[in-house]
């Protein structure tokens, strides 16, 4: 058939129209060639990779780029974010020979860009695979796969990745090149502040992850920062891997920060011999570039962390938390000495009961002493004369009769150690972890702990402790404490383990069984909350309580940065315990009620002894903010630095817009401040909240007024604050 003229003309309107309209990549992140240099951008984080994946890693703000890491081959100061030694030959110079980039489409992280370049360093060839995603801006990850080209295999002596050397004087150079300050992600001690700390120029840190601090659990994650920048390292994986993390300043004053795994560290997880035509990958990992404190990088890594569990086929962290996790509680630890001790009597519980009630708390926990032993978990018979006394108890509790006008009820909470066995028994024998040589494991505070993967422990978990508190008993919920929640690597044989970390990998299993079998019972009212008694928690147990608490604050400050880790990581709405309001650590330091609530903290109390919280009338006045203003449940925004903004600023959103602003020191002040966060198209009222006092309105456009602090609580540490919330009006 011959076509004519005109049909040709419309084909080609057709053919030029499809191409024409064909969508265009509305991708922020980009890729491009420049000379020898490669880039790999999204909006917020800047990767130039030279020749020979030596890598820059820039923030880019406002229009600014900044970066402080040395980065080229050529600069003998630089080192490249991932090599490896072999055999004892670092391999670290692979020239690129190929480089490929393609669109990604993720289950959990969404649409993205993938950058896969490919090099050798003599006989080894290295493929560095690094991934940006569209809802990610200030991210990249990668991970690293080496293959054995030499023709024999190599031992793997270690291997460093997301590694990185810095220089504050590249973003300030005026400052020390080691200025920086930095979140640790272990605490070796009791009472140690690990949320803010100073690098100096004798650091020297490796820390073992999981495996170090005081409950063999610590945090992959790591973030150094200054007033100008920021910048963290996180895994991405979906299960715990042994490795360190390295915060280490080099005789010349330049920081290293990154990842270094130990394969005789890693409990079989990472090979320790590379044979030939063999390759192995390293575990996935990101860099985050941001401004302010730890926050952003902090909140990177709960969301990619999320991702990577969810792929792994694990409960993810909770979008929702129920009601009662917001709800405050009150237990027996300090109730008769500022020590914190077991001695309390059931009476003495039932006289309490009263006024706490009135002051609008809602559940009560006998702590550590209502058991005869831990592992056994029978009533103390010092404190009961038989099961049915606590029974009992928990059914008085429950009935509405508590308060001035006999009218409230409570929920009752036992103190727990999950993994904690004192005295060996017949029906917990079998599930203890043991050592390799087949000795019992020895536990940080109980003398013994449960294999937490074992499908033993798991039915015991299920069948005896939840059957006998939860459903038995009528307890509502259950707060897990102590250094015993991380035991290292089980070898038991009866246990079957089909590797050798396994019992490590799948920790999470007793915590979930914990968690689900309680809910399953109490579905209105049933609790999980975690202490770990003043460790960094497992990251990887976080799906499986409600409630975190800042875990033994022995300081207003610890109370402040511990608050802000936990809603960086489990999220803005997530409920955390300010642990506690009143007797924080045993140098008889009482907290302040105006902190707690206005940080957004649920309130915990191990004595409520009115004269040392600021008087009854202060009290009763900030639990009232409390359940008026709910700020336990608003949206926490980390828009200020911990360090470097004087007095410290807190910030957060209600679902209303209304802004609450929270100003805290050690000193009083009186100065200009930003309220960051306001939009610039609204006019705001400006309450002082506390005291309602209506202080004017103020622009979004420019937010700025000045505050003059209110002293709070002056029994024992002292602090002094100013709270506002910011009431949206109209549109300028």
């Excluded at 393609?102 to 006989?123: C, M």
């Excluded at 050592?435 to 003398?447: E, I, T």
Aim: aromatic fraction near 14%; charge should be negative.
């Amino acid at each position: 058939m011959k076509i004519k003229p005109y049909s040709l003309g419309i084909l080609l309107i057709i053919s030029i129209c499809f191409i024409q309209c064909e969508p265009k990549d509305q991708s922020p992140i980009s890729f491009n060639l420049d000379g020898e240099y490669l880039h790999f951008k999204n909006k917020n984080i800047h990767l130039v990779f030279d020749n020979y994946m030596y890598c820059k890693v820039q923030f880019e703000s406002d229009g600014t780029l900044q970066s402080m890491n040395s980065y080229t081959s050529a600069d003998e100061n630089a080192v490249p974010p991932n090599y490896i030694v072999l055999d004892s030959i670092e391999y670290k110079n692979f020239k690129i020979s190929s480089h490929k980039i393609e669109n990604i489409e993720d289950v959990e992280f969404g649409r993205g860009k993938r950058l896969t370049l490919i090099g050798s360093d003599l006989e080894i060839e290295s493929n560095l695979v690094i991934e940006m995603f569209d809802k990610y801006p200030d991210v990249a990850l990668s991970w690293n796969t080496y293959t054995n080209k030499s023709g024999r295999d190599l031992k793997v002596d270690k291997v460093f990745y997301n590694y990185y050397r810095l220089d504050r004087k590249l973003t300030n150079p005026s400052a020390k090149s080691y200025d920086f300050r930095y979140l640790r992600p272990t605490n070796e001690e009791w009472g140690d502040t690990w949320t803010n700390l100073g690098v100096s120029d004798t650091t020297n840190e490796e820390f073992a992850i999981p495996g170090s601090g005081s409950n063999w659990s610590g945090i992959p994650f790591l973030d150094v920062w200054g007033p100008e920048m920021g910048l963290g390292v996180f895994h991405v994986e979906g299960a715990p891997r042994f490795t360190r993390i390295v915060l280490k300043v080099e005789e010349n004053g330049l920081v290293d920060i990154g990842f270094k795994v130990l394969p005789e560290e890693s409990y079989g997880q990472f090979p320790s011999v590379l044979k030939n035509n063999a390759s192995i990958s390293t575990w996935k990992s990101a860099v985050c570039t941001h401004k302010n404190d730890f926050f952003d990088a902090g909140r990177r890594f709960g969301q990619l962390l999320n991702g990577a569990m969810k792929k792994e086929g694990r409960d993810g962290l909770p979008d929702i938390y129920p009601d009662q996790a917001y709800e405050p509680y009150w237990k027996t630890w300090g109730m008769n000495s500022l020590d914190g001790t077991k001695e309390f009597t059931i009476q003495q519980v039932k006289n309490k009961m009263d006024e706490l009630a009135d002051y609008g708390f809602k559940s009560v926990m006998l702590d550590d002493g209502w058991q005869d032993a831990i592992g056994t978990w029978n009533p103390n018979p010092k404190k009961f004369h038989d099961e049915q006394e606590l029974i009992e108890f928990v059914q008085e509790a429950h009935k509405p009769q508590w308060g001035k006008n006999k009218d409230k009820s409570f929920n009752v909470y036992l103190w727990f150690d999950l993994l904690g066995v004192d005295t060996i028994q017949k029906s917990t024998e079998p599930l203890l972890v043991r050592n390799k040589d087949g000795s019992y494991y020895r536990g940080l505070d109980s003398k013994y702990n449960l294999c937490p993967s074992f499908e033993g422990t798991l039915e015991y978990i299920r069948d005896t402790l939840i059957q006998k508190t939860i459903v038995r008993w009528g307890i509502d919920g259950l707060y897990t404490d102590l250094d015993d929640q991380n035991p290292l690597p089980c070898y038991a044989k009866n246990h079957h383990h089909l590797h050798e970390s396994e019992s490590v990998d799948n920790n999470y299993l007793a915590f979930k069984t914990m968690l689900n079998n309680i809910m399953e019972e109490k579905p209105k009212n049933g609790w999980v909350s975690m202490c770990a008694c003043a460790a960094v928690h497992d990251v990887y147990q976080y799906p499986y309580y409600f409630l975190n608490d800042a875990s033994d604050p022995t300081s207003n400050k610890q109370v402040r940065w511990r608050t802000r880790w936990v809603k960086a990581f489990r999220g803005p709405t997530a409920p955390v315990g300010d642990g506690y309001v009143d007797k924080m650590n045993y140098d008889n330091k009482a907290g302040e009620p105006a902190m707690s609530v206005a940080l957004g903290n649920v309130i915990t109390s191990v004595r409520w002894d009115t004269d040392e919280l600021g008087g009854a009338d202060h009290a009763k006045r900030w639990m009232d903010i409390y359940f008026d203003e709910k700020l336990y449940n608003g949206e926490y925004l980390g828009l200020y630095d911990i360090e470097y903004h004087r007095p410290e600023g807190y910030v957060i959103k209600k679902e209303d817009g209304v802004m609450y602003y929270a100003f805290f020191d050690e000193k009083p002040f009186d100065k200009e401040v930003e309220l960051r966060g306001l939009s610039k198209d609204l006019n705001y009222e400006v309450i002082e909240y506390d005291d309602d006092v209506n202080k004017g309105n103020v622009l979004g456009a420019h937010p700025f007024i000045r505050i003059t602090s209110k002293s709070g609580n002056n029994r024992g540490e002292q602090v002094f604050y100013y709270v506002i919330k910011c009431m949206p009006l109209s549109e300028k």
